[in-house]
């Protein structure tokens, strides 16, 4: 049987206004189509590049 993997993804140019704290109600928010709960949603990190353009990362995936 095959193990399911959580990919980890980037997401640039995030508004000022998404935090760590409610990146997950955003991601689900603007995807109702892929029946995201929020344990599917990991978010780890947030940084800003040289240009002061937001970044994040974290992972996506079932976690079952």
Do not use: C, W
Not at 5 to 34: C, F, G, H, K, S
């Amino acid at each position: 049987m095959r193990k399911l993997r959580n990919p980890r993804l980037v997401i640039y140019d995030i508004p000022e206004d998404i935090t760590i704290q409610n990146i997950e109600d955003t991601i689900i928010a603007q995807n109702p189509e892929l029946n995201l709960n929020k344990e599917d949603i990991i978010a780890k990190f947030a940084y800003f590049t040289k240009t002061h353009t937001k970044l994040g990362g974290g992972s996506y995936g079932r976690h079952t």
